[in-house]
């Protein structure tokens, strides 16, 4: 576990608060992580959860006897930890049925509301950043709406359900230009901005 430890722990970034509320509010049983690396905190809180990412690393991490072990003295739920990890790119097709999971992530990875979304249930939660410009994406999906926004102050979270008309508003007026941000890989700026955006997928 001294990859998680290192990248995550020392760091105080682990986000165990976010993941926390997202099972508080939204109650998801199961989740797609794609370009997840070692980020196994969701599996604190989300019995079953599928891990994908490409870094040579992962495979031995995933493949440790300890992982589950150590899930185990942290996680907040009695039923089985149930981990799952795919040595896919999410930008091609993963080895996993369409219409399966309850949430899918996306922080720091890339476009994954688009290339995954098949994967999410109707209904199913997205939590997005907009740090390759992805909640800029989902916003602009008519398969997703926006149901909360995320701050986050040092290690605390809060998702915010109201007001939510004043975020996605460009500093210069324009709409999003979807083709610019697909092709710099950078989110738009916005006059209200969160550290993760949460939305439903609605068909």
Excluded at 17 to 28: G, Q
Aim: a positive charge; hydrophobic letters at 35%; charged letters at 30%.
């Amino acid at each position: 576990m001294k990859l998680y430890e290192k990248y995550f722990i020392k760091k105080n970034d682990d986000r165990k608060e976010l993941f926390r509320i997202i099972k508080s509010e939204f109650n998801p049983s199961t989740g797609l992580y794609p370009g997840s690396f070692v980020h196994i905190t969701p599996s604190f809180f989300i019995p079953k959860m599928t891990y994908v990412d490409t870094d040579k690393r992962c495979h031995n991490f995933f493949s440790d006897d300890e992982l589950i072990q150590f899930i185990n003295k942290k996680k907040e739920y009695k039923s089985k930890t149930v981990i799952k990890y795919l040595n896919n790119d999410f930008t091609h097709n993963i080895s996993t049925q369409t219409d399966s999971f309850e949430l899918l992530i996306s922080l720091y990875a890339g476009f994954i509301s688009k290339h995954c979304k098949k994967f999410l249930k109707l209904n199913g939660i997205l939590v997005t950043n907009n740090s390759h410009g992805d909640a800029s994406i989902a916003f602009t999906d008519k398969d997703f709406k926006l149901i909360g926004v995320f701050k986050r102050r040092g290690e605390k979270f809060k998702l915010i359900a109201n007001d939510l008309e004043k975020y996605f508003i460009k500093k210069d007026g324009s709409e999003i230009d979807c083709e610019k941000v697909l092709r710099k890989m950078i989110g738009e700026g916005f006059t209200n901005t969160g550290y993760a955006y949460v939305f439903k997928r609605i068909k």
